[in-house]
């Protein structure tokens, strides 16, 4: 018996360490088509419909575990007007910031392939237009990350 309790423990601990991946931080919920304000709000993505948001605080939350170097991720689903999903995927570290950026379901968007790349930082910058939102800064490919911008609520 103290054997089988014993193989059992080991079993379970291996099961255990096999989930742990991305130094710790866990991968996005899958998004499945057609992928609703609904489920991308479940999913625990933070959504914005023309201003309009849901689980805004996980935003907040990112931000503030990058100041303190903590390991974190956020997926920001934004809704076009024809009411298409596009997603932003950033995980942090503890160091630096991957970023990938997919549109595919954007009916109206030219597919980008899902870019993927690392930047340094994150800033909150003021458009000409007076508008205040977030940029990727120090990134491998400018190109993909040219393509973050999040407004956040104001």
């Known amino acids: 018996m103290k054997k089988y309790l014993w193989f059992l423990t080991a079993a379970l601990l291996l099961l255990v360490a096999c989930n742990q ?27 914005n419909v023309h201003g309009k948001f849901s689980n805004y605080e996980k935003w907040t939350t990112f931000l503030q575990n990058i100041e303190v170097n903590q390991p974190d991720q956020v997926r920001i689903t934004e809704y076009s007007i024809e009411g298409d999903p596009i997603l932003f995927e950033l995980k942090y570290d503890g160091e630096q910031i991957e970023y990938m950026f997919d549109n ?51």
């Open 21 to 47: 991946v991305d130094n710790g931080t866990s991968s996005f919920p899958k998004v499945k088509k057609p992928y609703s304000v609904e489920s991308a709000a479940q999913n625990g993505d933070v959504v």
């Open 104 to 154: 595919s379901m954007d009916a109206f968007g030219s597919d980008l392939g899902k870019p993927i790349t690392t930047c340094q930082e994150i800033e909150k910058r003021k458009l000409e237009q007076g508008r205040e939102g977030y940029v990727l800064k120090g990134c491998e490919n400018k190109k993909t990350g040219d393509t973050f911008w999040f407004q956040g609520e104001q």
